[in-house]
């Protein structure tokens, strides 16, 4: 069963070397190793071959970055030469030939060279050929990187130059990157690179190139280390300037406050270092300088029209200025919660003072006739009348003015009697001008109707 196994492995290997397709007999699983000076290293090979039934032969050799080539050991199965001058130096790991180089230093960066020649005890004259080629190189741990600023004070935009290089004290085939207030920076029209990038070359300075610069620096074998912040800090401005204040209703460049307010204004504007500022009152005919600061103090009764005014900001080292107007007007408005619940509300103001006015009225109305006639009152004095005087035919009163003859008497009675109850009563009965005319008639018909007779007489 053994033997069979071993045969099937010699037809695949003689298969594999005549369709030119790679054995893979030997595997290893890196060709590209980054040294750390002064360290050990392992070119790790893997065999895949039984090695009882073989016979092998082969060597490591080490070609250097200049072009020369050093065989350091030759091996077989039974022996190992290793070359004299490496004799300390190099560690071969049989059976599987692995090489281990001890203490790295840069003699040893270049490319290694594994050359293996496998032959099958029972298949004589079948040699397969095992090539292999392992890069290495040898780097220095980075130190922590330092920048360098040119100039070390304070530049002015427009006008001058940066310079920021970075640098480590230890460290092979270093990278370098820059950040601007940790925000990575890329070559620009104003923005150069040295070669390796240690270098940083600003033209021609600009207000945004204020901030915190660090450098990064990192190799095969170190991480990427930060440098210590340095300040770049640029004189500039002043830009958008505007003026503002916390009273009076502004509109545009119109500020509206009321008669007799104090009013402060604010002029600001980006700029570094801080500006200088003048108030100045304009004229139909001048100019004049009222004030010099950033907040002026207006007093508006003394104000007797609409004036304007204008703030001027100077940058004294940039020697570059800029400046603004407004207008001031002294009027009464509405401010506050006032003006908010008159723009909140679509009711014009003289319809609300109206509808309140006819409310209190219509209150007030109401209010006396209870006082002075119960409603329930007239209505049982309607309700209690007699049924003949509520059927009584209408008559105006003046049909027959015989009728009207008689002998009057006009009857008090006692008791206390107002006059505001009296005329409830009497609204009583009259409940329209048909009531009254038929109280009229009531009263001269009552009259007996013989006096008639004693007068002619």
Same mark, same amino acid.
């Given at each position: 069963?053994?033997?069979?196994?071993?045969?099937?492995?010699?037809? @695949?290997?003689?298969?594999?070397?005549?369709? #030119?397709?790679?054995?893979?007999?030997? =595997?290893?699983?890196?060709?590209?190793?980054?040294?750390?000076?002064?360290?050990?290293?392992?070119?790790?090979?893997?065999?895949?071959?039984?090695? #009882?039934?073989?016979?092998?032969?082969?060597?490591?050799?080490?070609?250097?970055?200049?072009?020369?080539?050093?065989?350091?050991?030759?091996?077989?199965?039974?022996?190992?030469?290793?070359?004299?001058?490496? +004799?300390?130096?190099?560690?071969?790991?049989?059976?599987?030939?692995?090489?281990?180089?001890?203490?790295?230093?840069?003699?040893?960066?270049?490319?290694?060279?594994?050359?293996?020649?496998?032959?099958?005890?029972?298949?004589?004259?079948?040699?397969?050929?095992?090539?292999?080629?392992?890069? /290495?190189?040898?780097?220095?741990?980075?130190?922590?990187?330092?920048?360098?600023?040119?100039?070390?004070?304070?530049?002015?935009?427009?006008?001058?130059?940066?310079?920021?290089? @970075?640098?480590?004290?230890?460290?092979?085939?270093?990278?370098?990157?820059?950040?601007?207030?940790?925000?990575?920076?890329?070559?620009?029209? +104003? %923005?150069?690179?040295?070669?390796?990038?240690?270098?940083?070359?600003?033209?021609? /300075?600009?207000?945004?190139?204020?901030?915190?610069?660090?450098?990064?620096?990192?190799?095969?074998?170190?991480?990427?280390? =930060?440098?210590?912040? &340095?300040?770049?800090?640029?004189?500039?401005?002043?830009?958008?300037?505007?003026?503002?204040?916390?009273?009076?209703? +502004?509109?545009?460049?119109?500020?509206?406050?009321?008669?007799?307010?104090?009013?402060?204004?604010?002029?600001?504007?980006?700029?570094?270092?801080?500006?200088?500022?003048?108030?100045?009152?304009?004229?139909?005919?001048?100019?004049?300088?009222?004030?010099?600061?950033?907040?002026?103090?207006? +007093?508006?009764?003394?104000?007797?029209?609409?004036?304007?005014?204008?703030?001027? !900001?100077?940058?004294? &080292?940039?020697?570059?200025?800029?400046?603004?107007?407004?207008?001031? &007007? /002294?009027?009464?408005?509405?401010?506050?919660?006032?003006?908010?619940?008159? #723009?909140?509300?679509?009711?014009?103001?003289?319809?609300?003072? /109206?509808?309140?006015?006819?409310?209190?009225?219509?209150?007030? $109305?109401?209010?006396?006739?209870?006082?002075?006639?119960?409603?329930?009152?007239?209505?049982?004095?309607?309700?209690?009348?007699?049924?003949?005087?509520?059927?009584?035919?209408?008559?105006?009163?003046?049909?027959? !003015?015989? #009728?009207?003859?008689?002998?009057?008497?006009?009857?008090?009675?006692?008791?206390?009697?107002?006059?505001?109850?009296?005329? @409830?009563?009497?609204?009583?009965? $009259?409940?329209?001008?048909?009531?009254?005319?038929?109280?009229? %008639?009531?009263?001269?018909?009552?009259?007996?109707?013989?006096?008639? =007779?004693?007068?002619?007489?």
């Amino acid at each position: 069963m053994e033997a069979t196994g071993r045969s099937a492995l010699y037809v @695949c290997c003689v298969l594999l070397i005549l369709t #030119e397709v790679s054995s893979e007999l030997i =595997h290893i699983p890196s060709l590209v190793h980054h040294g750390i000076e002064g360290k050990s290293m392992l070119l790790s090979v893997e065999t895949r071959y039984p090695l #009882e039934d073989v016979e092998i032969q082969g060597t490591w050799s080490h070609t250097r970055p200049s072009g020369t080539r050093t065989t350091l050991v030759a091996f077989t199965k039974e022996a190992t030469i290793i070359n004299m001058m490496y +004799r300390n130096h190099l560690l071969f790991k049989e059976p599987n030939v692995s090489l281990i180089i001890r203490e790295l230093n840069h003699e040893d960066e270049g490319d290694y060279h594994l050359n293996l020649n496998i032959e099958f005890n029972n298949q004589t004259g079948l040699v397969i050929k095992e090539e292999r080629t392992v890069h /290495v190189t040898v780097d220095v741990p980075v130190s922590n990187p330092v920048i360098q600023k040119s100039p070390s004070y304070a530049v002015v935009e427009d006008k001058a130059n940066a310079t920021l290089t @970075c640098s480590v004290e230890r460290g092979t085939r270093v990278v370098f990157q820059w950040l601007r207030d940790n925000q990575t920076l890329g070559a620009s029209n +104003r %923005y150069h690179f040295t070669q390796d990038n240690s270098t940083l070359f600003i033209s021609t /300075v600009r207000k945004e190139d204020k901030g915190t610069y660090h450098c990064v620096a990192s190799n095969a074998v170190s991480q990427g280390l =930060h440098s210590r912040a &340095v300040d770049l800090n640029v004189y500039y401005g002043p830009y958008n300037l505007e003026v503002n204040s916390d009273q009076g209703l +502004r509109t545009g460049e119109v500020f509206t406050i009321n008669p007799g307010e104090l009013v402060f204004f604010e002029c600001q504007a980006d700029s570094n270092p801080p500006n200088s500022y003048v108030w100045i009152s304009k004229s139909r005919n001048a100019t004049q300088v009222i004030y010099e600061g950033p907040r002026l103090e207006v +007093r508006s009764y003394k104000l007797a029209q609409a004036e304007e005014y204008l703030c001027r !900001a100077f940058n004294n &080292v940039t020697q570059k200025q800029d400046e603004t107007q407004f207008t001031l &007007v /002294v009027a009464k408005y509405l401010a506050g919660k006032e003006k908010h619940i008159q #723009e909140g509300s679509n009711f014009p103001p003289f319809a609300a003072v /109206v509808v309140s006015s006819l409310f209190i009225i219509s209150c007030m $109305l109401l209010f006396f006739l209870k006082r002075t006639c119960s409603p329930k009152r007239v209505l049982m004095s309607i309700y209690n009348r007699p049924l003949s005087e509520q059927k009584r035919p209408h008559r105006s009163g003046h049909e027959d !003015a015989t #009728e009207d003859f008689g002998i009057y008497e006009f009857v008090s009675v006692p008791g206390k009697m107002e006059s505001a109850q009296a005329s @409830c009563r009497s609204l009583a009965r $009259l409940e329209s001008v048909q009531d009254m005319h038929t109280t009229i %008639y009531d009263v001269i018909r009552h009259v007996p109707e013989t006096p008639s =007779h004693s007068l002619l007489e």
